[in-house]
């Protein structure tokens, strides 16, 4: 039995909950896939991270989650982030940072040990987008994160090139 100070008694299964903790507590991945997390301040981004994820589904990704971090639950976009091995930050380049919901997700992942995972980006903006170098400098003191080559940058809307960079980047992503 296990009789945690919050939550329910555990009478049933044990060692498969030991199994769960054994796998959360070491930070491990539960699933093989990725995390498409994003914001989107036109809609832009959006176009981007949707021909992701098409890309990653023809090529055979085991699961997908893409999570539009202005709308949905931060608790399930974190829990999609450390169930996940692969977490694909997509951002619109705000006061030369990142987007407001961004930052806060990247700070709630770094606050809870975040790690042991492969990491992407995709970064939008008009004149100067600089949000993969910021949200890249925000993971750096995250452990054996593994950072994807490939960034892939638009220019405030996808273009004719934009396809050819995602699908470099769903190549890798698919290793």
């Known amino acids: 039995m296990i009789c945690p100070l919050h939550g329910p008694v555990l ?3 044990i060692a498969d909950h030991i199994a769960l903790y054994d796998t959360w507590s070491s930070y491990t991945p539960e699933s093989k896939g990725v995390l498409i997390a994003y914001t989107s301040v036109y809609g832009n981004t ?7 994820e098409e890309k990653l589904v023809r090529r055979g990704c085991p699961e997908t989650a893409v999570r539009d971090l202005a709308s949905c639950r931060l608790s399930d ?3 999609d982030a450390f ?3 692969t977490v694909v930050f997509a951002s619109t380049t705000y006061n030369a940072g990142v987007f407001p919901p961004m930052r806060e997700f990247i700070n709630a992942l770094t606050e809870r040990g975040f790690s ?3 990491v992407a980006f995709i970064e939008n903006g008009s004149w100067a987008p600089t949000a993969a170098k910021t949200m890249k400098a925000m993971l750096e003191g995250c452990k054996d994160l593994e950072f994807a080559g ?4 638009l220019l405030s809307a996808p273009n ?3 396809p050819a960079a ?10």
């Open 77 to 79: 976009a974190v829990a």
């Open 46 to 52: 959006k176009k981007a991270v949707e021909m992701l």
């Open 11 to 13: 009478k049933d299964g």
């Open 160 to 162: 004719e090139k934009t």
């Open 83 to 85: 169930r996940l091995g």
């Open 150 to 153: 490939n960034v892939v940058t």
């Open 116 to 118: 042991k995972r492969k």
């Open 166 to 175: 995602l699908d470099v980047l769903a190549d890798e992503l698919c290793r």
